[in-house]
């Protein structure tokens, strides 16, 4: 299916447990973008993404580590989870800096 | 730096306007404006790419005044369905990332 998916859209982890959340985008969009969701804070950008291995920090890049072999994925990886973790996670995509970004449905991590 | 905005909160009866503030201390290259329904992904409103530009489509509009870093998003006579969170993301010139504020949670009631 077209579009951009983020795989699982469910996770419960324990403290101290890697985990990795995925994104895939159909588009061959240049850019992606990870973003955290939590109540009063809005969207805050974790890591971002001009093309395939090339990567950069956002605000808020301590304790996730990311990559991008393929321009299609966006794997987001949580090295080891703590609770202050525990949030709704965002994937994003755009073609160009001027355009729109398309985001995914989302993955809630609980880590307990 | 997160750009910030106003009213965090705004709760209206139907058909009554509403104003939705960003502010930035940074020079912005470009305002992108987001809604969001509540256990949904945030969906693109509009981008506004010039300083003092104006756009909008059926009753929702924004303006972006480049020289205060500053855009505002009107919604007119609103309706049941624009209730949701809003967010405002910034470009600075020269940089690649989008940076979101913290949401302003719009409340319509009948």
């Known amino acids: 299916d077209a579009g951009i998916t983020q795989s699982p859209r469910y996770k419960i982890t324990e403290t101290g447990r890697q985990v990795t959340l995925m994104c895939h985008q159909t588009w061959s969009h240049s850019y992606m973008f990870w973003y955290r969701q939590d109540l009063g804070h809005g969207l805050r950008l974790i890591y971002y993404s001009a093309a395939a291995d090339i990567t950069d920090k956002g605000e808020v890049p301590d304790g996730y580590v990311v990559s991008r072999s393929k321009t299609e994925n966006f794997p987001l990886t949580l090295e080891s989870a703590t609770r202050s973790q525990t949030s709704v996670y965002f994937c994003?995509?755009?073609?160009?800096?001027?355009?729109?970004?398309?985001f995914g449905q989302g993955t809630r991590l609980t880590v307990v | 730096q997160q750009p910030v905005q106003s009213p965090q909160a705004v709760i209206l009866r139907e058909g009554e306007d509403a104003v939705i503030n960003c502010s930035s201390s940074?020079?912005?290259?470009?305002v992108h404006w987001y809604r969001q329904k509540h256990g949904e992904a945030p969906v693109f409103l509009m981008i506004l790419l010039k300083g003092g530009e104006q756009k909008g489509h059926e009753k929702i509009s924004a303006s972006f005044n480049e020289k205060k870093q500053q855009s505002s998003l009107y919604l007119t006579a609103s309706q049941l369905s624009y209730s949701g969170t809003y967010f405002c993301?910034?470009?600075?010139?020269?940089?690649?990332?989008?940076?979101f504020g913290q949401g302003t949670r719009l409340t319509i009631n009948p």
């Open positions: 994003a995509s755009r073609a160009t800096l001027g355009t729109e970004a398309f």
């Open positions: 940074k020079a912005l290259y470009s």
């Open positions: 993301g910034t470009r600075v010139r020269e940089a690649q990332k989008l940076v």
